[in-house]
């Protein structure tokens, strides 16, 4: 399903809820991916309002010295550049920690893009411990969704 947002549009699976929240603007989850129905693959969309000159590079290092501080087992897997259809330039990381309060290892992607004066930080979120082809599968679709996304204000009404 192709999804509008503020500044972008992106296709998402059409079996994903998409919700919204105080910590993200924009969520889209996975229908149960784990055999007790309690665990979902999502991406979150946090849009963080600039008033300095910042990069993609300059936010993530922000956002990853927090996380260090704050998550258990914290480690960073993989990192590369990216760009949007629309050729803006970003960053993506992977990463794992520790979640206490679910007793378990999750995996995050971490896709950042500095658009004007916005940075929009997508977040893909899974559980470390699923087999490898089904983890393969689920950071697939968000390397998918990312792969659709383009930067361009869409008029609600015409």
Known sequence: MRFVGPGFTLQAPTNWLVISSNENQTVWLSPPITQ???????LGLMI??????????QYMQRTLESQVNTYKDFQILSENQISANTGESGIYVQMSWYNEREDLFVTQSHFYFAKENKVYLFVGSRPTELPEEQAGEIDGLFQSMIDSLNFEEIPLFS
């Open 36 to 42: 007790d129905n309690r665990q979902h693959a999502n």
């Open 48 to 57: 963080a309002q600039i008033v300095e000159d910042i990069t993609p590079e």
